[in-house]
């Protein structure tokens, strides 16, 4: 069943001689449960594509539907609530907030959409990502790894229908890396969550079940590894 369907979609920077087409012209759906690494060299415009798959972007022109439900026909206050219920974004970076503990990082997000948190899920979340007796840890206790599980589990607690990873792995070392990986692919399966990951590593591109390569804001290839 298609959870995701992108239409000519199109985002141009800049105007006249100086515009620059960050993309141009992409097309392609995703079904429900499914895992899709997206790959290319450096400003290809894969970024541009995950923010705008997220909510965070807008398109110059084309149209992004999820749900059947053009996301882009939203006004602001649907397209922020939208953000909060149907995506889950990990960045490289983490960004986690420093001065909130780990479960406070983990549910902010359900804290902002005025929701009461899910006691049982926080606990199950806490366990799968190996963050049990870190509760009240602050981010600069915590390693690189754990900081980027505890990302992991922000994205994942208001049990989005696609979660989006932009570099999920780039500040890690190649043990802490597969790490991260085995555990998106288990969010993946137990929650029966879609997974698009943008990434350089060929090592995880080839764990997913389809690989979309992009060049110069194009779609180059696209490939279905295993079904």
Do not use: C, W
């Not at 069943?1 to 920077?13: A, G, Q």
């Not at 392609?28 to 798959?53: R, Y």
């Amino acid at each position: 069943m298609e959870i995701l369907r992108v239409e000519n979609l199109r985002k141009t920077y800049g105007t006249g001689e100086n515009s620059v087409n960050a993309l141009d012209g992409v097309s392609f759906s995703v079904n429900k449960g499914e895992f899709v690494a997206i790959i290319g060299p450096s400003g290809s415009g894969k970024s541009t594509l995950l923010h705008i798959l997220g909510g965070v972007d807008k398109p110059t022109d084309g149209k992004v539907f999820m749900d059947g439900k053009d996301v882009y026909a939203q006004d602001d206050e649907q397209l922020a609530i939208f953000r909060r219920r149907q995506v889950g974004l990990i960045y490289q970076f983490y960004n986690l907030i420093p001065v909130l503990n780990v479960v406070e990082n983990i549910t902010l997000p359900v804290l902002m959409d005025g929701q009461k948190v899910n006691k049982e899920r926080l606990g199950e979340l806490l366990a799968i990502l190996k963050l049990v007796g870190r509760e009240e840890h602050l981010p600069n206790q915590l390693s690189g790894g754990q900081q980027q599980r505890v990302s992991i589990g922000r994205a994942l607690m208001n049990a989005p229908a696609v979660v989006l990873a932009d570099e999920p792995t780039g500040n890690l070392d190649s043990k802490n890396s597969q790490e991260i990986v085995e555990l998106l692919k288990l969010s993946n399966k137990k929650y029966d969550q879609t997974l698009i990951v943008i990434t350089h590593d060929e090592n995880i591109a080839l764990q997913a079940d389809r690989i979309i390569a992009i060049e110069d804001g194009k779609i180059v290839r696209d490939e279905v590894i295993r079904k």
